[in-house]
C-alpha cells in the first residue's frame, strides 16, 4: 500500500489548491482515504474523508471550503481548497481506512502518505 499526496505550495489568502493522493495497493472502492493536516507546533488534525461507496465527511471548521472527491479509474483522491486562510497552512496527509468506511478523526486509518506542503501567506 502506497499514498502520494502532492499538489501543495505557497498561496496568497483567498487563493485555491488542489490536493492529490495517488493510492496503490488498495481499491477506493474498498477502502476510505482521509484527508489530514498538523501545523507547525500542533497536533495532526482530521479534515475530511472520503468512504469506499463514496459518501464524504469534513471538519466543522472547513465546511464549505474543502472539496472531497476521487477519480476511481485513477485510483487518486482530490482535496479542492478554496478561500485558503493563513490557519490552513499545514502540511497535508492522506491515509487509508482500515474498512470502507471513514471518519474525520484518528483511529480509522492504518496506511499513510508523505505530506505535501500549504501555504498562505496573508
Known amino acids: 500500500v502506497q499514498l502520494q499526496a502532492s499538489g501543495g505550495g505557497l498561496v496568497q489568502t483567498g487563493g485555491s489548491l488542489r490536493l492529490s493522493c495517488a493510492a496503490s495497493?488498495?481499491?477506493?472502492?474498498?477502502?476510505?482515504v482521509g484527508w489530514f493536516r498538523q501545523a507547525p507546533g500542533n497536533d495532526r488534525e482530521g479534515v475530511s474523508c472520503?468512504?469506499?461507496?463514496?459518501?464524504?465527511a469534513y471538519r466543522d471548521s472547513v465546511q464549505g471550503r474543502f472539496t472531497i472527491s476521487r477519480d476511481i479509474a485513477k485510483n487518486t483522491v482530490f482535496l479542492q481548497i478554496d478561500n485558503l486562510r493563513p490557519d490552513d497552512t499545514a502540511t497535508y496527509y492522506c491515509?487509508?481506512?482500515?474498512?470502507?468506511?471513514?471518519?474525520?478523526?484518528?483511529?480509522?486509518?492504518?496506511?499513510w502518505g508523505q505530506g505535501t506542503l500549504v501555504t498562505v501567506s496573508s
Open positions: 491515509a487509508k481506512s482500515a474498512g470502507s468506511s471513514c471518519r474525520v478523526r484518528f483511529g480509522f486509518y492504518d496506511s
Open positions: 495497493g488498495f481499491s477506493l472502492n474498498d477502502n476510505g
Open positions: 472520503i468512504s469506499g461507496g463514496g459518501s464524504v
